[in-house]
Structure formats: C-alpha cells, structure tokens
C-alpha cells in the first residue's frame, strides 16, 4: 500500500498550529469539568487504536474481511468481541461501518496496516512498552529517576537495547517515525555541501538511507 507523502514542512506546522488552536477553544467553551473529560477520551482512543493494530483487524480488513465474523475467523478472535472493538474504532475514524455491519478502512486505519509507512509500529512501540511507563510520571517527579529506572532498575539505553525483543520494537517505532518524517525533514535540512553524514543513534538508518538518496557523491556512517 502507497501512503500519501508528507506535506511540505511549512503545511505540517501550520496544520498543527491550527490542530492545537481548535483543542484549545473546544476546552475553553465547555464547562471544565467536561473539557477534563478528554484527557480520558484521548487515551480511551489511543487504546482502542493500539489494540485494533496489535490485534492485526486493520490488516484483515484490508485483506479483504470487511464482516466482524470474517475478521474474527482470520484473526483467531471472538466474534462478538471483534464486533465490539470495530464499532469503537468507527469513534476514532479508522474504519466505517457500512450497512450490513460491514466495515471498511478510513485512510488512518489504512495507514496503520502492515504495509503502509505509517506509525504503526511506533503505536505498538508505545503500547507494548511506553505507555506503562507513562503510568509512572508521578513517582517520576516525587523520585527522580526515568520510569524506566524505577521500573526496571536500569538506564534507559541500557534497558532499550538490552532486552532483544523490547529492541526490536523500540528500533522498529523510531524507524516508523523516520517513515512519516523523512521527507519533511530532508525538505526543511537540504543538506548540501555535505559529504559525508553520520547518525548518531540512527536505528535502522531510515533517516540516513532517504539522505544519501539526494546525492550520489554523499557517504553515510550509520551508529547505532
């Protein structure tokens, strides 16, 4: 699956801009108490989001299955359970519910599929392993330490690179993040003059491959 491009720098800055401008309004012309209620929908939403990608339904859909039944039968899952969870991904705008309670992609959900460069693997990133530390931001700030030294007892790079299988995801999120930002950033940072670009910290070299791929002259140093 082909994800649309990256607007150019100036277009994701002003669409966040206005993004941030229409949060705050909404939150200031409904009583507080209400507006506090979003913080709740926010992570009600990244969880339904989280779970509709680890579970694989996006894929199954795009595969083909647009019925609960058929999504259960190819995912392995419970029919009922399946229904349930499409129905409130329709509250997040990744899938619609046709008629016949059929249900088809809505371009989020598509680029949350396996193929498509989307964040994905970012979300599965921080579902699996971000978002429990998150959880721990209050001890954070009482302690001192990351999260992930009270969690863990380690550093942070050291527990990230430690554990192959936290790793894995951690490299497979930031490169997801690369995916989406790449094209932005390399259109805002034209690198010329620049013959030799080394990253630092790079990952799967994501970054560093959409660079070299501007200039054949250019040499590349991936460290990781």
């Not at 699996?128 to 998150?134: A, E, I, L, S, T």
């Not at 790079?157 to 430690?162: D, E, I, K, P």
Request: glycine share 10%; with cysteine; charged share 25%.
């Amino acid at each position: 699956m082909d994800t649309p491009k990256a607007p150019p720098p100036q277009v994701i800055v002003l669409a966040e801009s206005i993004r941030a401008g229409i949060g705050s309004v909404r939150r200031k012309i409904v009583p507080p108490g209400i507006a506090g209620l979003d913080f709740v929908s926010d992570m009600m939403g990244f969880a339904i989001v989280y779970a509709a990608c680890d579970l694989e339904l996006l894929d199954a859909i795009e595969a083909g299955r647009h019925t609960a039944a058929e999504v259960a039968q190819a995912t392995g899952l419970a029919e009922d359970r399946v229904s349930r969870l499409l129905r409130a991904a329709t509250q997040v705008d990744l899938v619609k519910e046709e008629p016949g309670r059929r249900f088809t992609l809505l371009p989020v959900g598509a680029s949350l599929c396996k193929d498509a460069d989307g964040f994905r693997d970012f979300l599965l990133f921080m579902g699996r392993v971000g978002m429990k530390n998150w959880a721990l931001l209050p001890d954070v700030v009482r302690d001192g330490r990351t999260a992930i030294e009270l969690a863990t007892g380690q550093k942070p790079f050291a527990y990230l690179t430690g554990d192959p299988e936290v790793a894995d995801r951690f490299n497979r999120g930031m490169t997801a993040v690369s995916n989406v930002a790449v094209d932005a950033f390399l259109a805002a940072y034209p690198l010329h003059g620049v013959d030799t670009l080394v990253d630092v910290g790079g990952g799967h070299g994501r970054l560093l491959a959409g660079a070299l791929r501007l200039s054949a002259d250019r040499q590349g140093i991936l460290f990781d």
